[in-house]
């Protein structure tokens, strides 16, 4: 089995519901038990992610916080998956990483949604992107 194929059937089981960190482990079982040569690891993961993040987003699913974080100070939907859902970010205060809860000021700016954010102790176990402005 080459890379390809082997990245075909971890998007299979991506679609079949298995989670990043089970993908990954075969990645890593998949390349040091067969010796594998001239395979790019980090190549591998990126291209598994990268399949990963398409898929989830084309199923409009959720990404669990243990999977995958957004970029810093990106505007998304935050829920801990218990009823309570807002928008909000990550943001980098005082030496650790925090989610921002929005204040409800929501703007544009280049076809991006933006929002003003308030750093708070939120339980964010799931995140998702909101849509990008309207161009009309």
């Not at 190549?43 to 990404?63: A, D, G, H, P």
């Amino acid at each position: 089995m080459n890379a390809k194929e082997f990245i075909g059937l971890q998007l299979d089981m991506i679609n079949d519901g298995f989670r990043r960190s089970q993908i990954m482990d075969n990645v890593y079982r998949y390349v040091f038990t067969r010796g594998v040569p001239n395979i790019n690891i980090n190549s591998m993961i990126e291209e598994c992610m990268e399949l990963y993040v398409e898929i989830t987003e084309r199923e409009n699913k959720w990404f669990s916080v243990q999977d995958i974080l957004p970029e810093e100070l990106k505007l998304v939907w935050i829920s801990n998956g218990k009823g309570w859902t807002s928008l909000g970010c990550r943001v980098y205060v005082d030496d650790s990483w925090h989610w921002a809860e929005s204040n409800g000021v929501i703007y544009e700016d280049k076809g991006d949604i933006l929002g003003e954010c308030e750093s708070d102790d939120l339980d964010v176990r799931f995140w998702h992107r909101v849509p990008i402005a309207v161009n009309g």
